[in-house]
C-alpha cells in the first residue's frame, strides 16, 4: 500500500495548457516536499509545504497543501517544454516517503 | 559547492553475481539516504545513515543488500546475490541532517540484472 498516491500518473499537453497534478494520502504529515526529476538525474527539491492551507509559488508553479495537511497539489500554468519531468511529492511519515510519481510530457 | 557523486552510472550484470555502488556525500552532510527506484516509480527508502550510524533500514533486503557508512562520510551499498527484479536506479542522497531538511539527490546508478 502506498502511503501517497499521486495522479493522474502519466500526462502529456500541449505546450500553453495548465495542468494540476495531485498528492492525497489518510495520514496527516508535518510537512510535504515536491520534487521534479529528470532523465537521468536525481530529484530536485522544488517546494516544502508546513502549514496546513499553505499555497506557495514558485514561477509558473503554484503548490498547496490541504487544510487537514494529508494532501497536497501542484498546479502548473502555461506549461513548457522545459517542464516535462517525472513529479514526485514526499513526506515524512515513521519515515521518509516518496509519492509514486507523475510523468508530465510537454510537447512544443 | 560539489554535489553528491556516485559511480558507477551504469552496470549491467548476470544474476547471483555481486554488484557494489558507491556514494560520496555532500561535504558536512550528516545524513545519507539509499533509495531503489523502478522505472517510472516514486523512490524507494532502502536504508538511512546519520553519522556512521543506522537510522532507518527497515525496508532493506538484508538477505542479500547490505550498506556501510564507516567513518560517516562516504557510503557502499552492495547485493549478493542479485536478482532480475534488483534492475533499478539506486540514488544515494544527503541532507544536512534528519527531519525534513532538503536532500540532495545524485544522477543515480542504473543497475540491469540479466
Known amino acids: 500500500t502506498q502511503l501517497l498516491e499521486q495522479s493522474p500518473q502519466f500526462l502529456s499537453i500541449q505546450e500553453g495548457e495548465n495542468l494540476t497534478v495531485y498528492c492525497n494520502s489518510s495520514s496527516v504529515f508535518s510537512s510535504l516536499q515536491w520534487y521534479r526529476q529528470e532523465p537521468g538525474e536525481g530529484p530536485v527539491l522544488l517546494v516544502t509545504v508546513v502549514t496546513g492551507g499553505e499555497v506557495k509559488k514558485l514561477k509558473r508553479l503554484t503548490f498547496q497543501f490541504g487544510d487537514a495537511r494529508k494532501d497536497s497539489s501542484l498546479h502548473i500554468t502555461a506549461a513548457q517544454p522545459g517542464d516535462t519531468g517525472l513529479y514526485l511529492c514526499a513526506a515524512t511519515g515513521n519515515q521518509f516517503y516518496f509519492g509514486t510519481g507523475t510523468s508530465l510530457t510537454v510537447i512544443p | 559547492e560539489a554535489g553528491v557523486a556516485q559511480s558507477p552510472r551504469y552496470k549491467i550484470i548476470e544474476k547471483r553475481q555481486s554488484v557494489a555502488f558507491w556514494c560520496n556525500p555532500i561535504?558536512?552532510?550528516?545524513?545519507l539516504y539509499w533509495y531503489q527506484q523502478i522505472l517510472g516509480q516514486g523512490p524507494k527508502l532502502l536504508i538511512q545513515f546519520q553519522n556512521n550510524g543506522v537510522v532507518d533500514d527497515s525496508q532493506l533486503p538484508k538477505d542479500r543488500f547490505s550498506a556501510e557508512r564507516l567513518k560517516g562520510v562516504d557510503s557502499t551499498l552492495k547485493i549478493q546475490p542479485a536478482k532480475l527484479e534488483d534492475s533499478a536506479v539506486y540514488l544515494c542522497?544527503?541532507?544536512?541532517?534528519?527531519?525534513?531538511?532538503?536532500?540532495?539527490f545524485g544522477p543515480g546508478t542504473r543497475l540491469t540484472v540479466t
Open positions: 542522497a544527503s541532507s544536512l541532517s534528519q527531519g525534513g531538511y532538503e536532500q540532495y
Open positions: 561535504s558536512g552532510h550528516a545524513t
